[in-house]
């Protein structure tokens, strides 16, 4: 029955959605990124790859490319030490954690436009709680968002706080499906909890581990959200990611052509990424198994 | 040893979950306090509860009408997802061709397109096709960023399925459409509670493209809302703190109801 050629209409509804507004697109944005385009006026010139060129000498997109990769990377690393620590402790039998983890999870159901805002609050210079415990202290209020280094750091926690749970919950399964026989046999052995967390739990999670780590650097490094609304990119252009620059270069700056050249190299790097990471944990895999 | 680590997970799980409650909290005090009032945001309001911060998210920042407007297109965005990614899912699941194989690896590779990266090619298409300021604008690009996912999940969890319930209903003379409304479809509540689970978590939160697809405040959603009411309301940061905890109550009831299959669906989405 299953032969029968007929059942393939059925995808075709989905696929005319995905050929209009994800796949044209995709063509027209390569297309446009090889134009002087400003984003509104019909005329534009055919210039090659100058954009592609303008890119390699502008300080700004190396910035955001820079800034790109210490999102993603820095998130990533955050969460997974967050993640493993937190699935580790809920792993143990204790009153109060299934409130622990709904808690913990709670902020991956908010917008990061509102925990930004919250956060914003937070950091804020006259009003925030965090220069109320500075002063406390004995120190001076500080600038928390009009620091690069420091905004950045900030942006990097609270993407990571936000999300946390979601690496949690990925642990947390990890854990709950290896057998405990693995451990009881190695207690038997005499192998102590570091040896047993090296030589069993770490080897067994590797599907979390790449799991969690594809997902989380995919959301670090198309970060935008969260920068709009605590920074705005910036002070300058300091704390600027690929995601904003391109808003920014469209509707700023006219730029429509450029900020298409540099969607086009935000797309590469993700698409690298991904496939890159799958490939390595997927041939690990096999080496496991 | 034991006893030691268990205390210490537990410290580390309390002390955990009360900086998540952090933001939530400022917020809260934030809020409920005068301009005036300058104490500090970890102290509650002394002189009683003051409301006038949340009349103004309504009336001024229009919240109420961006919740609303954020509903009607998680709503439709959503039985869209159900609907289009069961149907394409299942001959993807059950016809194992070479062309299929590539269809369905080709779906997937679009989850990898990050909304930005196609950002001036989508808003022009948008502007032609008349879509900007409308419901259904945003709602076929929350389609075609989320019925990706949608699909494989629908496809993977009909792989599960055993084929001889189809082929009996063939048997019996159904044709292809009643043996999917009447066979197929009743087997695929679990992974539809997740699909919906994570299809209008996306939706009511999204930003990155409603923000530029949705300009007019009488069609805007939540989160581009609250981000231009905050821009706009600098110095009136108890203002901005009552929209963004209005924004969020919506969520917050459906978590609490249904936090079990949130978890669950989350976790089952994620394994791509």
Same mark, same amino acid.
């Given at each position: 029955m299953f032969a029968r050629r007929r059942a393939n209409w059925l995808y075709v509804p989905a696929l005319a959605v995905f050929a209009l507004f994800t796949v044209y697109p995709l063509v027209n944005g390569f297309i446009l990124s090889l134009t002087n385009w400003n984003?509104?006026?019909?005329g534009r010139s055919f210039i090659g790859l100058d954009n592609y060129v303008r890119m390699l000498g502008d300080p700004i997109v190396g910035t955001a490319l820079g800034n790109t990769f210490i999102y993603g990377i820095g998130s990533t690393v955050l969460q997974q030490i967050m993640g493993l620590a937190l699935a580790l402790a809920l792993d143990?039998?204790?009153?109060g954690r299934s409130i622990a983890r709904a808690i913990i999870y709670l902020?991956?159901?908010?917008?990061p436009v509102v925990m930004g805002t919250m956060y914003y609050l937070l950091f804020s210079?006259?009003?925030?709680g965090l220069n109320d415990i500075v002063v406390a202290l004995g120190g001076e209020r500080v600038?928390?968002?009009? +620091?690069a280094g420091t905004a950045i750091t900030i942006i990097v926690i609270v993407n990571s706080l936000q999300f946390v749970g979601i690496s949690m919950v990925i642990y947390l399964a990890g854990l709950q499906s290896i057998p405990t026989v693995y451990y009881e046999a190695s207690r038997v052995d005499g192998a102590s909890a570091w040896q047993q967390f090296v030589g069993i739990t770490v080897p067994l999670l590797q599907p979390a581990f790449a799991t969690s780590i594809v997902l989380n650097l995919i959301g670090g490094l198309k970060l935008f959200d969260v920068i709009r609304v605590m920074t705005a990119g910036g002070p300058g252009y300091s704390t600027e990611s690929m995601s904003t620059l391109i808003s920014r270069f469209y509707?700023?700056?006219?730029s429509a052509g450029y900020a298409s050249a540099v969607g086009i190299v935000l797309f590469l790097i993700i698409a690298v990424f991904t496939l890159g990471l799958n490939t390595l944990f997927n041939r690990r895999r096999l080496e496991l198994s | 040893m034991s006893r030691l680590w268990r205390v210490a997970a537990g410290a580390g799980l309390a002390l955990a979950a009360l900086v998540q409650l952090v933001p939530f909290y400022v917020a809260l005090t934030t809020s409920l306090k005068?301009?005036? +009032?300058?104490?500090?945001?970890w102290v509650l309001p002394t002189s009683g509860i003051y409301l006038e911060n949340f009349r103004i998210a309504v009336e001024d920042g229009g919240i109420l009408r961006a919740i609303g407007s954020s509903a009607i297109i998680t709503v439709a965005s959503t039985a869209l997802i159900c609907v289009l990614g069961a149907l394409a899912a299942y001959p993807l699941a059950r016809r194992d061709t070479l062309g299929n194989r590539i269809v369905f690896a080709g779906i997937i590779g679009l989850?990898?397109?990050?909304?930005l990266s196609i950002l001036v090619p989508v808003y022009t298409l948008m502007v032609q096709l008349g879509g900007i300021n409308t419901y259904w604008g945003a709602t076929a690009l929350m389609v075609a960023t989320q019925l990706p996912l949608s699909v494989f999940l629908y496809a993977s969890f009909m792989r599960g399925l055993p084929i001889s319930i189809e082929e009996a209903a063939v048997m019996d003379g159904a044709g292809l459409l009643s043996t999917l409304f009447r066979v197929v479809f009743p087997m695929l509540k679990p992974v539809t509670a997740t699909v919906i689970i994570l299809t209008s978590v996306s939706v009511w939160n999204e930003y990155a493209l409603s923000v530029f697809i949705l300009r007019s405040p009488d069609v805007r959603t939540t989160a581009p809302t609250i981000a231009t009411f905050f821009a706009s309301q600098g110095s009136n940061l108890g203002a901005a703190a009552a929209a963004a905890l209005l924004s969020v109550v919506p969520m917050l009831v459906a978590y609490l109801v249904l936090q079990r299959y949130f978890i669950k669906g989350m976790v089952a989405g994620s394994e791509k």
């Open positions: 984003g509104y006026s019909p143990r039998a204790i009153r902020p991956v159901l908010v917008s210079y006259r009003y925030g600038a928390w968002l009009s +620091d509707f700023d700056n006219q | 005068p301009r005036t +009032d300058l104490s500090s945001q989850i990898m397109i990050p909304p």
